[in-house]
T-cell receptor, first 115, second 114 residues
């Protein structure tokens, strides 16, 4: 099946710094990618839909100035957590679909710890 | 509103016994239904999907699921559980809200005891 690669898998950063997470579709082009956040023992919360060549669509309650999304090419979307705080510590997961309505392929996830 | 419900937070089953993980959905139109599995500190892996056709769909690792339109259910099943099946399972539905996106259930943790 299709492969989505997410990097880094783990990152520890200091409060106030910014962290960039990359999501790449390795063998297909993804006009749309999705960013999720997962808290311990909870389901995935959709944060935003990343659209190639245009602005991301954020879900209600997600701060777009806090979580910057850039989808500059058909194979790469990035999520930047700006001015990170300990409450931003979480597991972030990206996904992409090969085609509309098809199953999603997920990245390996990024464990962010803000100290 | 479009939604997916997984009524059980946790399912416990002995190895070798059949397992069922329940899922019900509420969507307008014809649903695209999926099951995914998540192992600790990993992204999700696709197990199986229902788009159209035969109500019983077979997927990876011996799992299957039955689409029941009248009960709006899509329960995940396996005839004989393995300890290695222990993981977090998510039911999901793909919906078109001016663009496709996936709505996930809350997840069900499956424990298979040896």
């Amino acid at each position: 099946g299709a492969v989505v690669s997410q990097h880094p898998s783990r990152v520890i950063c200091k409060s106030g710094t910014s962290v960039k997470i990359e999501c790449r579709s390795l063998d297909f082009q993804a006009t749309t990618m999705f960013w999720y956040r997962q808290f311990p023992k909870q389901s995935l919360m959709l944060m935003a839909t990343s659209n190639e060549g245009s602005k991301a669509t954020y879900e209600q309650g997600v701060e777009k100035d806090k979580f910057l999304i850039n989808h500059a090419s058909l194979t790469l979307s990035t999520l930047t957590v700006t001015s990170a705080h300990p409450e931003d510590s979480s597991f972030y997961i990206c996904s992409a679909d090969e085609k509309i309505g098809a199953e999603a392929f997920f990245g390996q996830g990024t464990r962010l710890t803000v100290v | 509103a479009q939604s997916v419900a997984q009524p059980e937070d946790q399912v416990n089953v002995a190895e070798g016994n059949p397992l069922t993980v329940k899922c019900t959905y509420s969507v307008s139109g014809n649903p695209y239904l999926f099951w995914y599995v998540q192992y600790p500190n990993r992204g999700l892996q696709f197990l199986l999907k229902y788009i159209t056709g035969d109500n019983l769909v077979k997927g990876s690792y011996g799992f299957e699921a039955e689409f029941n339109k009248s009960q709006t259910s899509f329960h995940l099943k396996k005839p004989s559980a393995l300890v290695s099946d222990s993981a977090l399972y998510f039911c999901a539905v793909s919906v078109n809200t001016g663009g496709f996106k996936t709505i996930f259930g809350a997840g069900t943790r499956l424990f298979v005891k040896a």
